[in-house]
T-cell receptor, first 113, second 114 residues
Framework: DQQVKQNSPSLSVQEGRISILNCDYT??????FLWYKKYPAEGPTFLIS?????DKNEDGRFTVFLNKSAKHLSLHIVPSQPGDSAVYFC????????????FGIGTKLQVIP | DTGVSQDPRHKITKRGQNVTFRCDPI?????LYWYRQTLGQGPEFLTY????????KSRLLSDRFSAERPKGSFSTLEIQRTEQGDSAMYLC????????????FGPGTRLTVT
């Protein structure tokens, strides 16, 4: 049962353009969402998050949008840089307890110089 | 202390052998998690510690798996009688607790069972 879905396994974008990575979830009880970035041979690195009470959170070149009614979130990277090439994982968490995180399968982003 | 460390980074073992992995979390973090990641998948939750107490185990964690966190510091994950299906990347993460949702991951231990 894949509660967090990333339906695009890969994405290629030209340097300087916008990268949009999408994520859908099925569990309406999720109330906190995170994006992680992973380079080869490294563990995932936290990138940006958003609470379910918000619909947008921005941090520099990275913006996450949340559409609760559609159970959809997206990560926008503007402008894209070659160093952004990595696997991006969408993740979701329930409130309370220890905030167990459920991950999607990831989207591999390639930014072409 | 700049992050979560894991040892070893790579482990090759023969089927049926026991292996043990170590994780050292960020020192002030009281929550520690183990995940398993296979090719083409995201990290899958295995178990969680709050200080030294193991509070949840995934059904993915069979009886051959055991994890400890003595004194609430480092943690070990042991796999007994390894099987080829155990081949994966084993990731450890820690978080400070409270309302912090962000988890900080180590580099992982890649296990290959031949």
């Amino acid at each position: 049962d894949q509660q967090v879905k990333q339906n695009s396994p890969s994405l290629s974008v030209q340097e300087g353009r916008i990268s949009i990575l999408n994520c859908d979830y099925t569990n309406s009880m999720f109330d906190y969402f995170l994006w992680y970035k992973k380079y080869p041979a490294e563990g995932p690195t936290f990138l940006i998050s958003i609470s379910s009470i918000k619909d947008k959170n921005e941090d520099g070149r990275f913006t996450v949008f949340l559409n609760k009614s559609a159970k959809h979130l997206s990560l926008h990277i503007v402008p894209s840089q070659p160093g952004d090439s990595a696997v991006y994982f969408c993740a979701a968490s329930l409130s309370g307890g220890y905030q167990k995180v459920t991950f999607g399968i990831g989207t591999k982003l390639q930014v072409i110089p | 202390d700049t992050g979560v460390s894991q040892d070893p980074r790579h482990k090759i073992t023969k089927r049926g052998q026991n292996v043990t992995f170590r994780c050292d979390p960020i020192s002030e973090h009281n929550r520690l998690y183990w995940y398993r990641q296979t090719l083409g998948q995201g990290p899958e939750f295995l178990t969680y510690f709050q200080n030294e107490a193991q509070l949840e185990k995934s059904r993915l964690l069979s009886d051959r798996f055991s994890a400890e966190r003595p004194k609430g510091s480092f943690s070990t994950l042991e796999i007994q009688r390894t099987e080829q299906g155990d081949s994966a990347m084993y990731l450890c993460a820690s978080s400070p607790g409270g309302l912090a949702y962000e988890q900080y991951f180590g580099p992982g231990t890649r296990l290959t069972v031949t």
